[in-house]
């Protein structure tokens, strides 16, 4: 077996079944054994894509002001999402001792 | 029920054609989209949800502004409101304020938009009517809609079949006459292949030049939202109206606007074919009989048909598989059953987040965000992720430089027509393998067309596919960035 499921669930933050990690292990292998064939090729360019389109200028930025219009992204509308809040703040279990 | 299907538009040209005569009311041809779904949605299962009073609202409006208006008039008001009373669906992925955005799975089961996407800001402005939101694989990770915690949507064509995916939906409303046009997400094909499936137009356009803003994410250097439409001038048309700069997403860029004239067909145009990657194992008969006839229809049209080779090609695929999954699971690590979405109770933080991902995301999601992590993690990161980048880079310089001498790559979209349900949803290889034609327009960012192919037409109307199931399949157009206008063109000459 060359993949640890249980570390790799964990660092995904997965909780699986026992008959998934069976069936993810042979499912990745299954494709880890595919996408392996572009080990055998040579890359001559050293650079990294930084990003898919060459056009310039490339990332768009703007002013950090609110440009909420009235009645958008209410805060109350977002915290009303979560499964668990109170008093307009989102709840979460306790982290530390 | 009676169906009055004379007031069906063919195009949205058409439709306005007949605002304009005064032969309908939007609210008549909402009206009859609605019955349409009504009729039928529980066979096919495109529509997760239809809006109809918030629709017929809609019609009602533009109809109150057709009657203060005369002909001439009204023209103008058309003009300026491109999509004026288009009836749409949007694919589950794409937010709509105040309505339910799901991604189709059972994580985000009770969500709530909280804002509008820019792509369906832009089409609503224009004056178009979104009739509802229509079925996907869960976060667009799939090629058949079967990975969708809603059930599977069937191909209008035969039902036995799949409508592919991951807009499967989109593809599906557009096919059965449920909408005009549909909004879909494109990650590796997920436009394209489903149009193909299904016999309609699905636009990939180039990466950036549709606001992702209001997209759920799924791989953020690839995603892109585009058309599913019934024709080509359509699909162009949808395409104007949504596109451009968006200071909400950092990575769109500023489009020049298209005249009409410039999606023409242009004498002299050339095309390349890859042919070692179409006339191989794996690729059926049908599809590459497809394309040699295709071939020989735009040399007619006084095409010129090159033969190119980009040896990187046949790698697509797996450097695809690379990426995505990569990601992808970095991108949902956001669904923790924390801030929204559903939340499975644990001991302490860890192991809700755990049992939450555990418990309500689906089978494929979970196979791709495991197969990132993997990718992602130490020691394997520099083999896999980095190699790939830099052979993506590779691969992107190599189709430039192909595209500055051709104005289109010509491919099948997909290696073979649709398949039956069930038929691969034991081995997710095999699926993946589907995608073949599709991933490197994502991977280098560059805009494609997937049109259908259509040996010929009977004195009905009907469409003979040349496929011995009779299913349709689509012939792959892919330019150079921003070109979408050469893309146009091909597909008018061909359908």
Not at chain 1, 20 to 28: A, G, K, L, Q
Not at chain 2, 179 to 196: K, W, Y
Not at chain 2, 288 to 300: A, D, F, G, V
Request: net charge negative.
């Amino acid at each position: 077996m060359r993949i640890d499921t249980h570390n790799i669930a964990n660092l995904a933050r997965i909780s699986l079944t026992e008959d998934e990690h069976v069936s993810y292990n042979t499912d990745i292998e299954s494709i880890l054994s595919f996408i392996d064939t572009i080990q055998s090729l040579s890359v001559s360019s050293s650079d990294e894509t930084t990003h898919s389109v060459g056009l310039a200028p490339v990332g768009v930025s703007r002013a950090d002001v609110v440009t909420a219009r009235e009645g958008e992204y209410a805060p109350t509308e977002i915290v009303a999402q979560a499964p668990n809040s109170e008093d307009n703040a989102v709840k979460v279990k306790k982290i530390l001792n | 029920m009676q169906i009055r299907t004379h007031l069906l538009p063919d195009s949205i040209i058409d439709f306005h054609e007949s605002l304009l005569t005064r032969k309908c009311t939007v609210e008549e041809v909402v009206r009859l989209y609605l019955s349409i779904i009504e009729l039928k949605n529980t066979d096919n299962n495109a529509y997760l949800e239809v809006y109809t009073e918030e629709a017929i609202a809609a019609a009602q409006a533009c109809d109150t502004i057709i009657a203060e208006k005369t002909r001439e008039q009204l023209e103008g008001y058309i003009w300026k409101n491109k999509m004026f009373g288009v009836p749409f669906a949007i694919k589950d992925n794409i937010c709509m304020k105040g309505k339910k955005t799901t991604a189709s799975s059972k994580i985000l089961e009770n969500y709530t938009a909280s804002y509008t996407a820019t792509a369906v800001e832009k089409l609503v402005h224009a004056g178009a009517i979104c009739l509802g939101r229509v079925n996907m694989d869960e976060f667009a990770m799939g090629g058949s809609t079967e990975n969708s915690a809603y059930g599977v949507t069937k191909n209008p064509k035969y039902l036995e079949y799949v409508s592919g995916g991951s807009s499967g939906g989109s593809a599906a409303a557009v096919a059965m006459d449920g909408c005009l046009f549909a909004l879909g997400s494109d990650t590796g094909g997920s436009i394209r292949q489903p149009a193909s499936f299904c016999g309609v137009m699905g636009l990939k356009p180039t990466y950036g030049s549709v606001s992702r803003h209001g997209l759920i994410a799924m791989a953020s250097s690839f995603d892109v939202v585009g058309v599913i439409a019934k024709n080509v001038e359509d699909t162009e048309v949808v395409f104007e109206a949504m596109k451009g700069l968006d200071t909400l997403d950092s990575t769109t860029h500023t489009t020049k606007v298209v005249e009409p004239h410039e999606t023409l067909p242009r004498h002299g145009m050339k095309v390349g074919i890859p042919r070692e990657f179409i006339f191989t194992e794996g690729v059926s008969k049908e599809v590459q009989n497809s394309i040699t006839l295709t071939i020989e229809k735009l040399e007619r049209k006084g095409v010129k048909v090159v033969d190119i080779s980009v040896p990187l090609l046949k790698h697509a695929l797996a450097l695809y598989y690379i990426l995505v999954p990569a990601e992808v699971s970095s991108n949902m690590a956001r669904f923790d059953g924390v801030r929204y979405g559903k939340q499975a109770d644990g001991k302490d933080l860890l192991e809700t987040y755990m049992k939450t991902r555990g418990e309500f995301l689906g089978k494929e999601v979970k196979r791709r965000i495991m197969l990132g992590t993997y990718i992602l993690s130490e020691g394997y990161h520099d083999a896999y992720y980095k190699k790939a980048m830099a052979l993506r880079e590779e691969l992107t310089k190599d189709l430039k430089k192909i595209l500055a001498e051709v104005d289109a790559i010509i491919t099948p979209t997909t290696p073979d027509t649709a398949f039956k349900i069930g038929e691969k949803n034991t081995d997710p290889l095999a699926l993946y393998l589907a995608d073949i034609f599709t991933v490197t327009a994502n991977l280098a960012g560059l805009p494609a067309l997937s049109v259908p192919f259509v040996q010929s037409v009977d004195s009905e109307g009907t469409p003979n596919y040349a496929t011995a199931n009779g299913l349709p399949l689509g012939i792959q157009f892919m330019a150079n960035t921003d070109r979408e206008t050469d893309l146009f063109a091909l597909g008018k000459m061909i359908y």
